[in-house]
């Protein structure tokens, strides 16, 4: 704010550049924009969890059936992949708190990682989905899902309902992954911005805002990761 | 939301905390606990974790607009009422 020329040839009028003309303060400017990013994840909770509440209601009918299928994804890449999504969180709230300070080329350091670790994910998911397509796991004519319910060893696995959880596992996983590619192109375009000098700590708000959806999308792995992954395993 | 900078001490201790959760989480699935207490630890586990994430990397706890809070709470409510009566419904069709 005090470095900057407008602030002092225009006392009166607004001080910072990115203050639209109808918000009063930059205070309730940012305050409307993070809001309207929670309302936002709000809705995406709704979203996540009609789909989480028909992985739950599925596991209880089918139980020996999902944990079958959850035994047979890979607990090595998806706790990687956990690790390497909370280490992106970490060098968000990095560039957001670079962006409070001022430090620019921590921001854009920061949000290059960010997409890093960002595309690391996506693409061990990636090794994860041909893994599956491989060993036609993938719901279809092809599907094929030999061998027994876990802990009995005269049950055969049911292949309809089988196929349920794996329909449930790559839209889940799928949508989010989804989520991840919109993060890393809002990265992209803020990193752009970032570069431009755009932020500090006079307005910063777009690092946030982007910063709550990514860490929401952490979130919503956080679930995924223990429900598809680790519940079932010891069964 | 906030004005507030936090510490890049709090900032590691969280990641470091978040990292330690997931090693425990993958460490306890491997036990055969009795009943649903695997689902029980794992995702209370899951909750923590995204607990810490929402209060310190974004910054819901130096957040000084209510209005934030009541968004999440509504948001988690509505969650809550999904999952309890859907679940109340489908694990008692059989009951007689």
Same mark, same amino acid.
């Given at each position: 704010m005090h470095n900057s020329p407008i602030a002092t040839a225009d &006392?009166? *009028? %607004? &001080?910072? =550049? *990115?203050?639209? %003309? %109808?918000? *009063?303060t930059e205070e309730q400017q940012k305050d409307a924009a993070s809001l309207g990013m929670w309302v936002f994840l709000a809705t995406e909770i709704m979203f996540f969890g009609g789909m989480f509440c028909a992985y739950l209601v599925y596991r209880y009918w089918y139980f020996g059936d999902f944990g079958a299928g959850s035994q047979s994804l890979n607990v090595v890449l998806g706790g990687t992949n956990t690790a390497v999504l909370i280490c992106s969180s970490l060098t968000v709230a990095l560039a957001v708190r670079a962006a409070q300070l001022g430090q620019q080329k921590v921001i854009i350091i920061c949000l290059i990682l960010t997409m890093l670790l960002g595309l690391v994910f996506l693409g061990i998911k990636g090794v994860e989905y041909h893994d599956k397509f491989v060993e036609h796991h993938? =719901?279809? =004519?092809g599907f094929h899902f030999p061998g027994h319910v876990p802990g009995h060893p005269d049950i055969p696995i049911n292949q309809h309902h089988a196929q349920i959880f794996f329909s449930l596992y790559f839209i889940m996983t799928g949508l989010h992954a989804l989520h991840m590619i919109i993060g890393v192109g809002l990265f992209a375009f803020i990193t752009y911005n970032a570069m431009r000098r755009r932020y500090g700590p006079d307005y910063y708000t777009p690092v946030e805002v982007a910063g709550l959806y990514w860490h929401f999308v952490d979130i919503i792995w956080i679930y995924l990761f223990p429900l598809l992954y680790l519940i079932d395993r010891s069964k | 939301m906030s004005e507030h900078v936090s510490s890049l001490k709090l900032y590691i201790g969280i990641w470091i905390t978040l990292l330690i959760g997931t090693l425990v989480t993958v460490l306890v699935a491997g036990v055969n606990l009795p009943g649903p207490l695997n689902a029980v630890v794992a995702l209370t586990i899951a909750t923590i974790k995204a607990t810490l994430v929402v209060l310190f990397f974004m910054h819901v706890k130096y957040a000084h607009d209510k209005i934030t809070k009541v968004v999440i709470v509504a948001a988690l409510f509505w969650l809550a009422i999904l999952l309890a009566l859907s679940m109340a419904d489908y694990t008692t069709r059989l009951w007689t």
């Open positions: &006392q009166e *009028a %607004h &001080q910072n =550049p *990115a203050l639209l %003309h %109808h918000f *009063a993938v =719901p279809g =004519p | -």
